[in-house]
């Protein structure tokens, strides 16, 4: 197991087995995370980099307005047609 030593200003260093194995360079952003009395350093990447293509499996060329629109349509002609149904039993 890697040890690193905490300076004065309170800062570690990166080993460089670590930082070839992952391909970390200066300037690069590490995320951070506690977790118990474990810290978890994990490269940084974006948000946008993270999601992308999220959902891409429900694409089916459908505008997701117009698909809404098809949702709102089917769900209110249920909702008439049981309010028919309801309708029609009292009479």
Do not use: N
């Not at 769900?75 to 039993?89: G, V, Y």
Request: a negative charge; glycine letters at 6%.
């Amino acid at each position: 197991m890697l040890s690193v030593k905490v300076s004065s200003k309170f800062q570690i260093a990166v080993p460089s087995e670590v930082r070839q194995k992952l391909g970390i360079k200066a300037g690069d952003r590490l995320d951070v995370e506690v977790e118990g009395d474990v810290i978890h350093l994990r490269r940084y990447v974006p948000a946008a980099i993270r999601l992308y293509g999220i959902g891409r499996q429900f694409y089916d060329g459908v505008d997701a307005v117009d698909r809404v629109r098809e949702m709102r349509d089917e769900s209110e002609r249920s909702l008439t047609e049981m309010w028919d149904r309801i309708d029609a039993e009292r009479t």
